[in-house]
Structure formats: C-alpha cells, structure tokens
C-alpha cells in the first residue's frame, strides 16, 4: 500500500542548532514530493518540491530536502533553526501513476528551545 | 492576492443540522480538494474535483459531498453531522506540473465541532 511515514512526533531543538526532519515513503511509481509547513493556526505552506533532476533541492526560508531513490528517503534539513520555525511539518508524496492523489504524512512538531 | 477563502473558520452545530462549508479560489485552478486534518492522523483527503462538474472521492468521502458548479467554487456539505466529524477541514486548490497535480493552495480551514 501506498503510505507515507514521518517517524518524529515532537522535535525539539535548540535556536540556532541544525535540524533534520525524516520522511520515508512507500509507493510502486516514481514518486513526486513535498514539504509543507503549517503555522499554529493556519493553512499549510509549500517548503520545497521535488519532481525530477537534481536530489537535492532549495526551498523558501532556508530549508533545503534531498531525495535519496535507495532509502525511499526526503529528509528535510536546516542548517540553523530560528525561533519562527516553530511550526508542524508535512511531508507529501504524489505518484506519477495516480495524478490525481497526493498522500500527506502524520506531521511533524517542531518546537525550538530558546 | 492569490488565495484559498473558507468559510466559516468556526462552527460548533448539533448532530443532524446539515452545514456547508464553502470554498473559493482565485488562482484558476482546476484541480480543487477537501482535507481533513485529525491529530496523528496528517490530512486526508474526503473529495477531490479535476474539474467543473467532475468530483470524486478521496479517502475518507463517508458522511460528505460535494458539488462543482463552478471554476472557483468548491463547497464541502455535511448532511447529517455526527460527532466523529469534529474535525479541522482545509480546502485546498492546485496547480499542475507536467501534467500532475502539484503544488496545493490551502485556506486557513475551518475548525468544525459536532455535539
């Protein structure tokens, strides 16, 4: 089955320290992938996307996700957080065979420590 | 400004009061859908529409519906409600890459509570 799996509940990680969010999927077609951010209150934002080409790929705000084929892998990553980034964090994987789903995972917490 | 508009952004209603949600987009896009977001759970999706006039379901369609009339409009209707809709609800629309469905647009969702 199809399934996206985001195996951190709650990170918590110091203001300026490095962060890393996983993300692992399971689907039978080239995926296509997402990273959203979700802000107390608020809608979700798009991150960063993957479709092709270079695994590696930039986002807004700094954040950056590389897509490892191998590990069925799109693991998220800032170099130093801030205090803003506090917020839910929602990998999302879409199949090139279905266009017309897109799976979310459970999300992410992030919290940072002053 | 390119947005997502739901409304209402509350609701508190009784089991059986049918309730509509609207959505409206002004961005163009074709492809509309309806999540809903449960703690643990990440977004589900209950209905999707490619198009006006073609809407189908998503994975959790049970107790919902949903019309497309309209290019911008995307309302999600609660028959019936039952407690275990209490949820929060995000419209979203979509822009297509290379054919697929690509980045979502989402509202600032609705936070409905059933008693």
């Known amino acids: 089955a199809q399934s996206v799996t985001q195996p951190d509940i709650h990170i918590t990680v110091s203001e300026g320290a490095s962060l890393e969010l996983r993300c692992n999927y399971s689907y039978g077609a080239t995926p296509y992938l997402f990273w959203y951010v979700q802000s107390p209150g608020q809608g979700l934002q798009l991150l960063l996307k993957y479709f092709s080409g270079d695994t590696l790929v930039q986002g807004i705000k700094g954040f950056e996700a590389e897509f490892k084929r191998s590990q069925s892998s799109f693991n998220l990553r800032k170099p130093s957080v801030h205090w803003s980034d506090a917020a839910e964090y929602f990998c999302a994987v879409g199949a090139r065979s279905s266009a017309s789903k897109i799976i979310f995972g459970s999300g992410t917490r992030l919290s940072i420590r002053p | 400004e390119a947005q997502v508009t739901q409304n209402p952004r509350y609701l508190i209603t009784v089991t059986g009061k049918k309730l509509t949600v609207t959505c409206s987009q002004n961005?163009?896009?074709?492809?509309m859908s309806w999540y809903r977001q449960d703690p643990g759970l990440g977004l589900r999706q209950i209905y999707y529409?490619?198009?006006?006039?073609?809407?189908d379901k998503g994975d959790v369609p049970e107790g919902y519906k949903v019309s497309r009339k309209e290019k911008r409009n995307f309302p999600l209707i609660l028959e019936s409600p039952s407690p275990n809709q209490t949820s929060l609800y995000f419209c979203?629309?979509?822009?297509?890459?290379?054919?697929?469905?690509?980045?979502?647009?989402f509202g600032q969702g609705t936070r409905l509570t059933v008693v």
């Open positions: 961005m163009n896009h074709e492809y």
């Open positions: 979203a629309s979509s822009t297509r890459d290379r054919g697929l469905v690509a980045e979502a647009f």
């Open positions: 529409s490619m198009n006006v006039e073609v809407t």
